[in-house]
């Protein structure tokens, strides 16, 4: 029995958005790849930065590791837009199968992922204060006297806009400070022309790093939150197309 024209029809849309939707996948796997190892290759990274603070805390090394994580995801973006493009294309139920098998693989993972983070939410922030006290005794023993450390806290603390790890005082004491007439880095007051202390300073009051790396995430936690669901439910929706056009696959052949 010949398939009605509505029927291939339908079956020629599925195939064109399973097509658009991992041409999109395989491009966005590509640019993920580009992240990551340029993450590995640029030593001027945040990454970099941390890996250079002594006494940091050793769970810290896992985060250290992002750099192979983007890689790998991206890997697997890249693989799952060519299986669900070439599958599409050529229609090929074996590659339609293992797309939505790895799909779904990962998808379990996410969920995994989401379960745990919100599980863990108390050993992060304690990490968190680990890494500020090891980040503020690195400040005040090396700042100004390791020229590496140094230019990495300054491009840091330009790019951000912000003021050591916590705020000002991570610099006091430390050889910048000791050794410029208790003068704090000029990033502290604004750049400004005028020499950066105490008063001024204090007057200025700008943010550390990491409250303004952790203020601009709490304030996008819905727009977070609303890319999460999105990737979720197109994960959802590819898997459900790849699975009926594998169907459709079986029927059209017969």
Do not use: H
Not at 194 to 219: H, R, W, Y
């Amino acid at each position: 029995v010949q398939p009605s024209a509505g029927t291939m029809g339908c079956f020629a849309f599925l195939k064109a958005m399973m097509f658009v939707f991992n041409g999109i996948i395989f491009l966005a796997g590509i640019g993920v790849l580009g992240v990551g190892i340029w993450v590995k290759v640029d030593s001027g990274s945040v990454l970099s930065f941390l890996g250079k603070i002594e006494n940091v805390p050793p769970e810290i090394s896992q985060v250290l590791n992002v750099g192979y994580l983007l890689i790998a995801i991206g890997a697997l973006l890249v693989v799952i837009g060519f299986l669900g493009c070439c599958g599409a294309v050529r229609e090929s139920k074996c590659m339609l199968l293992l797309f939505f098998l790895i799909v779904l693989l990962v998808f379990i993972a996410e969920v995994a992922g989401a379960v745990v983070i919100l599980a863990f939410q108390p050993l992060a922030a304690s990490l968190f204060a680990k890494v500020g006290q090891a980040a503020s005794d690195n400040i005040k023993s090396s700042y100004g006297k390791n020229a590496d450390l140094t230019g990495l806290w300054n491009s840091t603390m330009d790019t951000l806009k912000c003021c050591g790890f916590n705020n000002f005082t991570d610099f006091r004491n430390s050889p910048y400070y000791n050794g410029s007439n208790s003068m704090y880095p000029p990033q502290c007051c604004g750049n400004t022309n005028n020499p950066c202390n105490q008063t001024v300073a204090e007057n200025t009051m700008t943010a550390g790093c990491f409250p303004k790396i952790k203020s601009l995430v709490d304030g996008n936690t819905v727009v977070i939150i609303a890319v999460a669901l999105g990737i979720a439910a197109l994960e959802l929706c590819a898997m459900a197309v790849s699975i009926t056009l594998y169907c459709r696959i079986k029927s059209t052949m017969a």
